[in-house]
């Protein structure tokens, strides 16, 4: 038998073999196009509600359009391909976003690294007592701890978590973080809390970047300043957790970062370098709306419901630790506030 004999029965055996990525694409139509219109739909909606993330609305919209629709073969496997390859080529942009400049330097960030490590560790410990899983309980340290939906969205495919698990992290910590906007500024204004210390609250505790730093300008501008700065510092936590997470969760020791870990890794650096890419925002939030749909739009309601209760219970608690070390924090007098 020569080689190109050999070569043509292989193909037959196995079908995949002779695909190639034009014509998986091709079969793969029907669910991008899903994807690509409920994540038009959720990125029109985060403008006119900016109190919602698009992430949120990506995986709710996803939800609900795709267990109202009949899901084919070729429509589940679009979905798959958006819910992956989008998320991976989001999260390998999303370091060039990362401003890496002007952050506070503080002997106070030291202790904000340690509460923020024991919020990831009291995340996997309730995940487990809860019944969700350690890392369903990252995933929730993750969105806690560092920023919100981005957090929980770059940390999924390294956790290898199900889709309901991702939906129930996304709605509670944004459930959360809207319900702390309101509330945190209005007792900060009841106890006349100084500016520092009211921006130390928000921008130390609050999931969403977003939310962070609106509760911290609701309170005053010195407020706000401290908020963003704190923050910041928070989602620049991601180019150390990140890499972390993808060496003890998802390779297991094996020493080896899935690829978009390291473009990941590389676009912070460039993002230090030049400063952040302006123009990639819009990009990188429209692709983790398209992922995010096809994850929605393969989440069962039963599954979601099962998961939802016990996510939100674990993201409560996290952020009662979160906001129980900032206080610490302030105390010990290294903040400067109080």
């Given at each position: 038998?020569?080689?190109?004999?050999?070569?043509?029965?292989?193909?037959?055996?196995?079908?995949?073999?002779?695909?190639?990525?034009?014509?998986?694409?091709?079969?793969?139509?029907?669910?991008?196009?899903?994807?690509?219109?409920?994540?038009?739909?959720?990125?029109?909606?985060?403008?006119?509600?900016?109190?919602?993330?698009?992430?949120?609305?990506?995986?709710?919209?996803?939800?609900?359009?795709?267990?109202?629709?009949?899901?084919?073969?070729?429509?589940?496997?679009?979905?798959?391909?958006?819910?992956?390859?989008?998320?991976?080529?989001?999260?390998?942009?999303?370091?060039?976003?990362?401003?890496?400049?002007?952050?506070?330097?503080?002997?106070?960030?030291?202790?904000?690294?340690?509460?923020?490590?024991?919020?990831?560790?009291?995340?996997?410990?309730?995940?487990?007592?809860?019944?969700?899983?350690a890392h369903a309980g990252l995933l929730g340290g993750m969105g806690s701890a560092v920023c919100g939906s981005a957090a929980i969205a770059a940390s999924a495919p390294l956790l290898r978590v199900?889709?309901?698990?991702?939906?129930?992290?996304?709605?509670?910590?944004?459930?959360?973080?809207?319900?702390?906007?309101?509330?945190?500024?209005?007792?900060?204004?009841?106890?006349?809390?100084?500016?520092?210390?009211?921006?130390?609250?928000?921008?130390?505790?609050?999931?969403?970047?977003?939310?962070?730093?609106?509760?911290?300008?609701?309170?005053?501008?010195?407020?706000?300043?401290?908020?963003?700065?704190?923050?910041?510092?928070?989602?620049?936590?991601?180019?150390?957790?990140?890499?972390?997470?993808?060496?003890?969760?998802?390779?297991?020791?094996?020493?080896?970062?899935?690829?978009?870990?390291?473009?990941?890794?590389?676009s912070t650096a460039i993002s230090g370098w030049l400063g952040p890419v302006q123009q990639v925002r819009p990009v990188v939030a429209f692709l983790l709306a398209l992922a995010l749909a096809g994850?929605?739009?393969?989440?069962?309601?039963?599954?979601?419901?099962?998961?939802?209760?016990?996510?939100?219970?674990?993201?409560?608690?996290?952020?009662?630790?979160?906001?129980?070390?900032?206080?610490?924090?302030?105390?010990?007098?290294?903040?400067?506030?109080?």
């Open positions: 038998m020569n080689g190109h004999e050999q070569g043509t029965r292989g193909a037959r055996g196995n079908p995949a073999a002779g695909v190639s990525l034009l014509q998986k694409l091709a079969a793969e139509w029907q669910g991008l196009i899903f994807c690509l219109v409920v994540a038009v739909i959720a990125r029109a909606l985060a403008t006119v509600l900016p109190q919602v993330s698009g992430a949120a609305l990506a995986i709710a919209l996803g939800l609900l359009a795709g267990n109202l629709l009949p899901m084919g073969a070729a429509r589940e496997a679009g979905l798959k391909r958006a819910a992956t390859s989008g998320l991976e080529i989001a999260i390998a942009l999303l370091g060039l976003t990362i401003p890496l400049s002007g952050l506070p330097s503080s002997g106070a960030l030291g202790g904000l690294v340690v509460i923020m490590l024991v919020t990831l560790a009291a995340g996997a410990l309730s995940g487990r007592l809860l019944g969700l899983g199900n889709a309901a698990v991702v939906a129930a992290a996304l709605a509670s910590i944004n459930l959360l973080s809207a319900g702390g906007m309101i509330i945190l500024p209005a007792i900060a204004a009841t106890l006349g809390i100084d500016d520092s210390t009211a921006g130390w609250w928000t921008g130390g505790s609050l999931q969403a970047v977003g939310q962070a730093v609106g509760a911290g300008f609701a309170v005053s501008p010195g407020a706000g300043e401290t908020a963003t700065a704190v923050k910041l510092f928070r989602v620049a936590m991601l180019v150390g957790l990140l890499p972390a997470l993808g060496l003890i969760a998802h390779e297991r020791g094996r020493g080896r970062l899935p690829w978009f870990v390291v473009g990941f890794v590389l994850i929605g739009a393969r989440i069962h309601p039963r599954t979601l419901l099962a998961q939802g209760p016990r996510m939100l219970l674990l993201c409560a608690l996290l952020f009662l630790v979160q906001f129980g070390g900032v206080l610490l924090l302030i105390r010990s007098g290294l903040t400067g506030a109080g």
